[in-house]
């Protein structure tokens, strides 16, 4: 390989503090950074569980008003046949 009209391509082997200090501060940022995408995952799975929840709850109440109206029906209705 060549880097330019009479020049030879070469590349040198030695690793600097600078380098390794760089590496090792990415690779920290790295880490708190998946840190905090996993804190933000947990912290959704937990409030998509509550809304579960919460419908869950929501449609059974829905079912049961529903038969609390059609009772609520007979009940006038047999009021009415009463008088």
Do not use: D, H, K, Y
Not at 1 to 17: D, Q, V, W
Not at 20 to 47: C, K, P, Q
Not at 53 to 62: D, Q
């Amino acid at each position: 390989m060549s880097a330019g009209p009479g020049r030879e391509f070469r590349l040198e082997r030695t690793i600097t503090i600078g380098l390794i200090i760089t590496l090792a501060l990415e690779t920290a940022g790295a880490m708190v950074w998946v840190g905090a995408a996993e804190a933000r995952l947990s912290e959704l799975e937990r409030a998509t569980e509550s809304r579960w929840e919460v419908s869950e709850r929501l449609a059974r109440l829905e079912g049961e008003t529903a038969m609390m109206r059609e009772q609520l029906g007979r009940i006038e209705e047999a009021i009415a046949r009463e008088n």
